[in-house]
């Protein structure tokens, strides 16, 4: 009976723990976003609420994009743009990134939409992967293959922000019906929640 509680007790606090915790970040990080505004020129109360720099940026955010989807402000992104280009160390540094952003913000990106099993690290040794592309013509040239090749992303476990990207022939991978979420839980929890499997054990924990 003790146990059950416990158990109970430990499934509702640890997940709104964690939650709250990383919330809380956001929200300090942003608040750090008022340093750009004229604070003495605020209400004292106003300063003091708790995210403010989180609607600031949403703000500045959502007034560039205004700014930089009409014609004026696609030259200036142009300007801006062929200005980095000179730089030797900034320009590949801001055109990557400015690739990665427009692929996973794109409505029309496949990347991350597919979740699939590869023999990794090893034959014999299966892990959930991320579908990033199709490789490209040069990649399987590289390879020297006719087959089809896939990017796929393998996350390090607990942190899935890490991992290895690696080019796998599409033959040797298996489809998943498993949701890009339900993967994620999976290397976060270090394989302790299988997909599918999230509902049963919390019935289960419960019921212990």
Known sequence: MFKKFISAGLLFWIPLIFTVWILDSVIEF??????????????????KIPGLGLIFAVIIIFLTGVIVANVLGKKIVSWWEALLDRIPIVHPIYSGIKKIASTFLSQQSQSFQKVVMVEYPRKGAWTLAFVVN?????????????????????????NP???????VPESETRETSFGIEEAFTFHVSMGVVVPGSEKHESDDAVKA
Not at 30 to 47: E, G, H, K, Y
């Open 30 to 47: 942003s608040d750090r976003l008022l340093v750009f505004l004229p604070t003495q020129q605020l209400p004292a109360f106003l300063a």
């Open 134 to 158: 199709k490789a490209p013509d040069t990649i399987r040239s590289a390879a020297k293959t006719e087959e089809n090749l896939l990017t796929v992303f393998v996350p390090t476990a607990p």
């Open 161 to 167: 922000t890490s991992g290895y990207v690696i080019f």
